[in-house]
């Protein structure tokens, strides 16, 4: 049997026995890469969870605060650099955290007092976890059951987020672009970079340079580029080779980003690292659309590991057979971009300085889940 | 019985019971019927032994499971216990596994015919399906393929079967270099018009019939394919090796019949894949290759850190070094690029490991080099061991000072003893049954591993490596140097064989296989040869003589023939010799009662029964042999009508188009011919001369036609 054993779950249960099938669905589908880009797995994991949520019966909260840890710990393994996963887990239990925070208080939930609550939990964590599982455990009876209708309305508004991300975000591009401004975007893949740039074009005109992405994605950018053109948006795509060259003409660098690491630093397809890099060279503005669910509370200390290595026959033809024997070649599908190489995150919440990001992670994650 | 997705089916209830219908079949052949992956496969599948860690018949299933397939019947021959234990504890057999698995046992199947015919008389194929081996390694993304498939099928009624090959060049490591196929394609439609194998004995060039060119605008020859063996078959072809049975070898005989056949009028296509990876393991060349090529990531998303089985937990560092939980290193030792080390594994000081896999739970000491090897699991390399380009076995000591050359392979549970020099490609088993008679086994062994170690060496290796020394130049030109030198070592390892099941093959077929292949052979392998010769002879003249008398139908008499050549394993020389032989046996009968005169004889038993010959005689070198064959004969005929009987016989062939002219002329001007006696020399020279006048004219006819 699978190696998870979830104590709200029984496999004697048949809906149970459905849930352990979609886990472990979804977990292989993460391992074959069936499923992979920020916004697909967040939405997946998103279901699931609502689905685990909904079967899972407990008698402390607790239990299923360490069931949803487990499973996070899958998830991440499975695919340890598909980060919206453990991002997504992580926002559950937050916010699980969050209700017995609420309950706590004996119902004075109050909207203001609960934003800035997480941090003083957090630092009060540091020195005392011992009395808060105390403390939940004499909520234990009140707690139990009556809290799943909220988690699960809890992940339903994350659904929610995640699927109107383009919406909100693209709200505010009227503000960030010029009339007549030339744009370069290294991030063909991004639908949230897409609708950015779609929604200005109804009131801007512009022009954008997009980059060829060789050799993962030069196929997704010429549809890219295939799209702005249709929105009526000046397109051209330029070789990876030759953006340091067209910078000094650039007015903004607009780059998605894959995950927001806590450092205020982003993982990004390969070839970003480049165009930030020209771009602080020349002074020009980068600009980083990203939604609230991509920030992860990891800190980039060891680079390399968050670095996906993607097939290797994309850059060398396997058929050059002198090639294949004598060459050893590395293809790495991200790129890791340090914070002060970007301007500013807009993000469905507004707008944030690389520093700033810390913060919005305090806000959105409690500390002790960073590490599942 | 794998457990059926019955959640999935309540749940879906209407509409599952539709989708029944169009249910994707495949079926996995696990059994290569070869012995080239011995002594290994002699106590433990192929598709079982481990690839980078994890076994072979994963990266198949694994493959099949992005392909969409819904159900799997894998098809076991030898060791059939051990895989159907496997799959029974795999997660392929879990209630969330993509498709459901089943295995079919078929002990007595020798061939990949044999298990097709098992496969129509369960009657287990519905419809079109993937027939695909279990040592394939792929990425392909295969909806394309099948909907090229589908839509060829709607365009083309007869078309059976589209084999998925990928490009690559013709000395690439990851093509296999026994028996490398040559396709040749309708560069319009990829429509497979013919098919060869370049194999160690046939001559370095095809023949391809000339109104082949006229079918087709351009046509394409292709030596640079690999053939991974991925097919999708349309669900009559088990239904095809049943009715001929004497096809064995999917590719050799199968696609080879189907496309010579004018009767069947069935078409095979190609479906030539340049963007994603997919090969097969072959053979130690391509089991080096491949690995070489997963922990590159010229298989991604198939990697080790894809973490195939549940209970791995590999990781990747930059230079392609994956390295499983609760690995450790000492200070000191280095951990060079493309390495996988597996869990629980030890690696000592100054241990040097450059592109090699290590398993799990071995332990290596200080000071131990390893280049380019693959170590199985529990494995114990000693202080100050070297271990080169070699692949080590699950449960083997290799002990202080001790030196493994390239190119060797450790098999099972063997000890090599300390300070022993294992010599370049050497096969060391524990398996008492495959021992080199003709050595001294016992005192050479025990030299070899040293009187603390244990094994012995397998047989097959010494000849082998000689036998293919020469298969190299005889292949053409294959430059050893311009090759690395593992992949020229793992070449060298590389086993011929012939279709037999890698189970309990009786040793005497192994030793006559040198026979056939090799020109160097022991005097004593001879007269063995000879023996299964006489045999043939008596076998298939007597068949032959029951067959004019009982006036047999001509296909049985051919059937009964290349049944007897296959039983025998005799080349088709042979069986040209045996039908001349009983052919002119029953002439010279038929002279001799006064029943007919010379040329009617001839001619009537030439024209009853030379349909037989296109089935014995496939191109020049053929016919030419046949002619031989009949001046031979003649020879020991009485005098007085020999040399009339083979003046006709020839006439009859060349009115038959048995023999092209050419090949005629050709062989008047041998020195064969030219040593024959005077009058047959006359005969024939006045019918040579009436021959090559009425050519020119008939060309000149012909051309005027035109």
Known sequence: MSDLTLKTLTHHHKSDKDIFFQIDTFISQLKRRQITGSNDVGMATAHLLVRFVSAARWTHIDSLISDLRLLGKRLIAAQPREFACGNMVRRVLALIREEIHGNNENGIDNKGLSSSSPLITSMFNLLSTEDKSIETANNEKKTGRDLKPYIIEGIQELIEEIRNIEDSIAGMSVEMIHENEVLLTPSPNSKTVLEFLRRASQKRKFSVLVTESFPNETEIAHAFAKKLAKAGIETVIIPDSSVYAVMSRVGKVIVGARTVLANGGCISASGIALACEAAKNHKTPVLAVTGVYKLSPLYPFDVESLIEVGNTGKVVDFSDKDMVENVEVMNPTYDYVAPENIDIYVTNIGGYSPSFIYRLVLDHYSSEDNKL | ?706
């Open chain 2, 1 to 706: 019985m794998p457990p059926k997705k019955e959640n999935k089916k309540d749940k879906k209830g209407a509409a599952a019971e539709f989708e029944e219908e169009t249910k994707f079949q495949a079926v996995v052949l696990t059994d290569s019927y070869q012995n080239r992956f011995r002594p290994m496969t002699l106590d433990k599948p192929r598709c079982l032994l481990p690839l980078v860690n994890a076994p072979l018949i994963e990266y198949t299933l694994e493959f099949l499971a992005t392909a969409g397939v819904d159900e799997v019947y894998i098809v076991c021959c030898s060791h059939g216990d051990q895989i159907e234990d496997y799959i029974r504890e795999s997660k392929w057999s879990r209630p969330w596994s993509p498709f459901t698995v089943q295995t079919v046992l078929s002990p007595e199947s020798m061939s990949v015919g044999d298990a097709m015919r098992d496969i129509d008389t369960k009657g287990l194929i519905k419809s079109d399906f993937l027939l695909i081996s279990g040592d394939v390694v792929t990425n392909i993304q295969f909806d394309k393929v099948l909907q090229a498939h589908r839509e060829r099928k709607i365009k083309d009624k007869n078309s059976i079967m589209t084999m998925v090959l990928r490009e690559a060049s013709s000395m690439h490591r990851t093509r296999s270099k026994i028996d490398p196929g040559v396709f040749i394609l309708d560069e319009a439609t990829d429509r497979c018009i013919r098919y060869e194998e370049i194999t160690v004995d046939s001559t370095p060039h095809i023949a391809i019939d000339p109104e082949l060119l006229d079918e087709s605008n351009d046509i394409s020859v292709r030596n640079d394919l690999i053939d991974c063996h991925i097919d999708i078959c349309s669900a009559d072809i088990p239904a095809l090796f049943q009715e001929n049975f004497d096809y064995d070898n999917l590719r050799k005989d199968f696609v080879r019949g189907i496309l010579t056949s004018d009767l069947l009028g069935k078409t095979i296509y190609t479906h030539i894949v340049n963007d994603s990876y997919a090969s097969r393991v072959e053979n130690f060349q391509t089991y080096d290759a491949i690995s070489r090529d997963i922990i590159s990531r010229y298989t991604y998303p198939i990697c080790p850190d894809s973490n195939l089985l549940d209970s791995q937990t590999y990781s990747y560092q930059s230079g392609h070094i994956y390295k499983e939980n609760d690995v450790v290193l000492a200070q000191s030792c280095m951990i060079k690029s493309a390495t996988v080390i597996g869990k629980d594994t030890f690696v000592g000081d100054g241990t040097k490991v450059d592109f090699s896999t290590i398993g799990r739970k071995c332990t290596i000491g200080n000071n131990v080099v390893i280049e380019g090897s693959y170590i199985w699991d529990n494995v114990t390399i000693e202080d100050n061991a070297i271990i080169k380009n070699s692949i080590v076995s699950s449960n083997t000591i290799i002990k202080e000072g001790a030196i493994v050359q390239s190119g060797s392979i450790v098999s099972f549970g063997v000890i090599v003893g300390k300070g022993q020099t294992i010599p370049l490609d050497t096969k060391l088993t524990i398996n008492e049954d495959y021992v080199d008679e003709q050595d001294d086994d016992e005192e050479s062994s025990n030299r070899l591993v040293g009187s603390d170690g244990k094994g012995i060496i397998y047989c097959e290796s010494d000849i082998e490596s000689d036998d293919y020394d020469e298969d190299d130049d005889s292949i053409g030109g294959h430059n050893r140097g311009a090759l690395n030198s593992l992949v020229s070592n793992f070449y060298q390892l590389n086993v011929s064989d012939v279709s037999i099941a890698s189970l309990s093959q009786p040793r005497k077929k192994t030793r006559r296989r040198y026979s056939t292949t090799s020109v160097t052979t022991a005097a004593s392998d001879l007269s063995d040869l000879e023996d299964e010769e006489e045999d043939f002879m008596r076998e298939a003249q007597l068949s032959l003589d029951r067959a004019i008398f009982e006036n047999h139908d001509l296909d049985i008499a051919a059937l009964e023939l290349n049944t007897l050549r296959m039983a025998m394993n005799v080349s088709y020389h042979e069986v040209r010799l045996a039908t001349i032989t009983t052919l002119h046996n029953h002439i010279f009968r038929l002279v001799l009662t006064d029943t007919l005169d010379v040329k009617s004889a001839v001619n009537k038993v030439h024209n009853r029964w030379y349909p037989l010959f296109s089935r014995q005689v496939f191109d020049r070198d053929d016919q030419e042999d046949l002619l031989q064959i009949v001046l031979d004969d003649s020879s020991r005929r009485p005098a007085a009508n020999a040399a009339k009987a083979l003046m006709y016989t020839v006439m009859s062939f060349y009115d038959n188009d048995v023999v092209e002219e050419e090949v005629i002329n050709k062989w008047w001007n041998s020195d064969a011919v030219k040593a024959s006696d005077e009058k047959t020399k006359e005969l024939l020279a006045k019918w040579i001369d009436w021959l090559q006048n009425a050519e020119s004219d008939s060309s000149e006819e012909e051309s005027d036609d035109e």
